[in-house]
């Protein structure tokens, strides 16, 4: 895999972790639940970029941290700003 796909499968698995935001948001447990699984899927495409899996892992461990400390407003924040297309104005 390229650093352009590693790059292109990042953001992908952030915005399968904003779908679980908003679905979590919207109380759609199974929409939560598919866009989990997606984000897990997606995480499998980077194990070729140990940094980025690692990364994007954590990304995921911190929405279910999030999750259990009902704090996804704040962890809502720090993902758009972590994430280029999704700025925080």
């Known amino acids: 895999m390229s650093e352009a796909s590693a790059k292109f499968y990042f953001g992908n698995l952030a915005a399968d972790v904003a779908r679980c935001i908003s ?3 919207l109380e759609h447990r199974d929409r939560f639940k598919d866009s989990l699984g997606r984000a897990y899927d997606t995480l499998e495409h980077l194990r070729g970029y140990p940094e980025a899996h690692e990364e994007g892992l954590l990304m995921i461990q911190g929405l279910i ?3 259990e400390q009902n704090n996804l407003k704040g962890f ?3 993902l758009y ?3 280029p297309p999704f700025p925080v104005a």
């Open 23 to 25: 679905a979590l948001e």
């Open 65 to 67: 941290h999030a999750r």
């Open 76 to 78: 809502k924040e720090h």
């Open 81 to 83: 700003n972590l994430v």
